[in-house]
């Protein structure tokens, strides 16, 4: 089992940056998940934002690549998402999600990204608005 808190959410003006937050707790150590970041805006799909392994390999959705960045702390079991230059279209529900995966597993890390349904685990949620 996986729990996922997100947090870090909140209004910001266009251009300005955000830092969410997803901790984990688990029965299972967390480096033998992959984590990822995804969100949904009204009237649109999921969509995969970033994603990464234990040890280090990251994805990125194409609309974030260069502005956004994915980390985690293996040690606290904490997953971060930057996001900088942020735009009104990034606006939405963001949700952190994890998939048992090996600790350098770059498949599962690209999969997460761009089939936003396949992580296992997910959080709650926490809302994005970027004003214009």
């Known amino acids: 089992w996986v729990q996922l808190v997100e947090s870090g959410g909140g209004e910001v003006q266009a251009g300005g940056s955000i830092r969410l937050t997803c901790k984990s707790s688990?029965?299972?150590?967390?480096?033998?998940?992959?984590m990822g970041w995804y969100r949904e805006a009204p009237g649109k799909e999921r969509e995969g934002v970033a994603a990464?392994?234990?040890?280090?390999?990251?994805d990125y959705g194409t609309s974030v690549k260069g502005r956004f960045t994915v980390s985690r702390d293996n040690a606290k079991n904490i997953l971060y998402l930057q996001m900088n230059s942020l735009k009104p279209e990034d606006t939405g529900m963001y949700f952190c999600?994890?998939?048992?995966?090996?600790?350098?597993?770059?498949?599962?890390?690209?999969?997460?990204?761009?089939?936003?349904?396949?992580?296992?685990?997910w959080g709650q949620g926490t809302q994005v608005t970027v004003a214009s």
């Open positions: 990464l392994d234990s040890d280090g390999s990251t």
């Open positions: 688990s029965g299972d150590n967390y480096i033998n998940y992959c």
């Open positions: 999600a994890a998939d048992k995966c090996n600790p350098s597993d770059y498949d599962v890390v690209h999969a997460m990204v761009v089939n936003p349904n396949v992580a296992t685990y």
